[in-house]
């Protein structure tokens, strides 16, 4: 080979390490109750860190789903094939529980253990975890029929990945979906026109057009339709107690931006046979609670993607020499990279309290408030924190072969997912006008820290202040929740992380000594402590 090829100054590959390695996620397991879950993180990170599985991640993505409407001979059978990484993958999200398993699992803090190994998981790839997210969540609002709950509470919560065409009730583990949207409405579910006619045997016929239907494999789906008494939640099997197929129709899936080894379909329900799932006219607060569920897995999967593109990011660095020293050595670089370290952490703390909050009763009104706010602000840095991260390798990061694409074109999703910037900020909004408990009980949140940074103690004041005098609260509501969000982050960090990354975050993000972009951090930043917390051992 000539000499022109010889390889130089280029990154060795980052494989073989544990993703659980990271002292802000431990931290939080800890500090939620989960501390017994510690073992079992360090087992899946370390399988996540392996080329095996970034092998699977990869050919998962590479070779995305494929729709199958019918057989050779012409019958329909409307399913979806899926590349064996995808179901390496999904095995594993299941055997570990990262589904319904919390919810009968009888150990302090399971959430937060869930959290904590979905977030490490979902650093490999996140397509798949898009239906098991939807399981996790399917739990609350499927006991609002108990007869149903009794039936499949215990399939969502089995530690088996039993993929096929089945009736539900003969297999190991089920696998559950949501059907929500329709191409009239968008996020406006009651102007859903799908209708359910009932019959003589209690159950109903569903009839309609569903626009975006996520992991349409699923075995079963919660769905919304015009019943009778208004709109109302269902629950319909792909398979009937029969053996049948119940006639649920893919037409086509979707060609996305990202999520490409997830498939996501048009669906048509032909007079297909569901069963109710609480009171007729209820289905929006019923499928609101998978909603909120849902939405707490957007924020972990975000959080997931800035800690991997922010580690990918600093490794590049560490290694990538330029202008003579090495990248992470200078001070421009070292200012970018120790901002993206402190929107991931305060991701990362912020994501695990909520999850913490899941499992106890009295931190109700507060998980409210919170999540909304940071479904919101979370998602909504998740793509410009990814672009930062990319541009941090340069042009290597605009290759596929790197990963960082991949991350890039993921992070806009969970913006949209389960509610957009303005659906998710309104949603904040709504809980504080029409559930005052849910304010104070923020507020008693961020109070722990009082005293403890004077950038913080300005800014809470600052929100106390302006939160009764807005002017317009919907045309200001995104302003509002941004630094509601700031201000819990930075009370979470200031309780909980090293000084240097306590003081950085509210500094910069509270004190207002921040520019526009990664990278400004002002000059009392201690970078070499804050880079810590994201070099790998």
Request: glycine content about 8%; aromatic content about 6%; proline content about 6%.
């Amino acid at each position: 080979m000539p000499d022109t090829h010889e390889v130089l100054n280029q990154v060795p590959p980052l494989v073989n390490y544990n993703l659980a390695d990271d002292p802000a996620l431990l931290e939080g397991l800890h500090r939620e109750g989960a501390g017994w879950a510690e073992a079992e993180l360090r087992e899946l990170g370390q399988l996540a860190g392996s080329q095996q599985a970034q092998d699977w991640a990869r050919q998962a993505n590479e070779n995305p789903p494929v729709l199958k409407t019918h057989d050779r001979y012409g019958h329909r059978i409307d399913e979806v094939e899926f590349h064996p990484a995808w179901h390496e993958l999904m095995n594993v999200a299941v055997s570990q529980g990262l589904h319904a398993a919390p919810w009968t699992d009888q150990r302090p803090a399971a959430h937060a253990a869930r959290a904590a190994k979905f977030l490490v998981w979902s650093q490999v790839e996140a397509g798949h975890m898009c239906p098991i997210s939807m399981t996790y969540a399917a739990v609350s609002p499927l006991r609002h029929a108990p007869e149903l709950s009794a039936t499949f509470e215990p399939l969502f919560a089995a530690p088996h990945y039993d993929f096929g065409l089945r009736e539900p009730s003969t297999k190991r583990g089920v696998i559950a979906g949501m059907s929500m949207t329709e191409k009239q409405g968008g996020s406006d579910v009651r102007a859903n026109t799908t209708t359910a006619e009932p019959i003589a045997d209690g159950s109903y016929l569903i009839t309609g057009h569903k626009w975006f239907t996520s992991a349409p494999m699923s075995d079963i789906f919660l769905t919304l339709a015009q019943a009778p008494g208004g709109l109302t939640c269902f629950l319909l099997p792909r398979i009937l107690p029969d053996g049948s197929r119940n006639p649920i129709r893919l037409q086509r899936l979707k060609d996305k931006l990202g999520n490409r080894s997830n498939a996501s379909a048009e669906i048509e329900y032909d007079a297909a046979l569901g069963w109710r799932v609480g009171e007729e006219g209820r289905g929006v607060p019923t499928i609101v609670e998978m909603v909120n569920n849902t939405r707490l897995d957007c924020v972990l999967a975000t959080t997931a993607l800035m800690r991997q593109a922010t580690v990918q990011a600093v490794h590049h660095c560490t290694y990538r020499e330029a202008f003579g020293a090495q990248l992470i050595d200078q001070p421009a670089m070292a200012n970018v990279l120790a901002d993206l370290v402190l929107a991931s952490e305060a991701a990362t703390t912020l994501a695990l309290r909520l999850a913490g909050a899941r499992g106890e009763e009295d931190q109700g009104a507060f998980r409210r408030l919170a999540l909304a706010a940071a479904k919101y602000w979370v998602c909504k840095r998740g793509p410009v924190h990814a672009g930062e991260a990319l541009e941090c390798l340069g042009g290597n990061g605009y290759v596929e072969e790197s990963g960082m694409p991949r991350i890039y074109r993921e992070a806009p999703l969970l913006s949209i997912w389960e509610g957009s910037g303005n659906v998710a900020a309104l949603d904040t909004l709504r809980a504080m006008t029409k559930e005052p408990e849910t304010v104070e009980a923020f507020f008693q949140e961020v109070g722990r820290a009082a005293g403890q940074n004077r950038h913080l103690d300005a800014a809470l004041k600052r929100l106390q202040q302006d939160l009764p005098a807005v002017v317009d609260p919907q045309y200001q509501v995104r302003r509002t929740v941004e630094q509601m969000a700031l201000v819990l982050q930075g009370s979470l960090l200031v309780r909980h992380s090293p000084p240097a990354v306590a003081d950085a975050f509210c500094a910069s993000r509270l004190g207002g000594d921040w520019g526009h972009a990664f990278g400004t951090l002002p000059a009392s930043v201690d970078t070499d402590a804050i880079l810590s917390r994201a070099r790998l051992p």
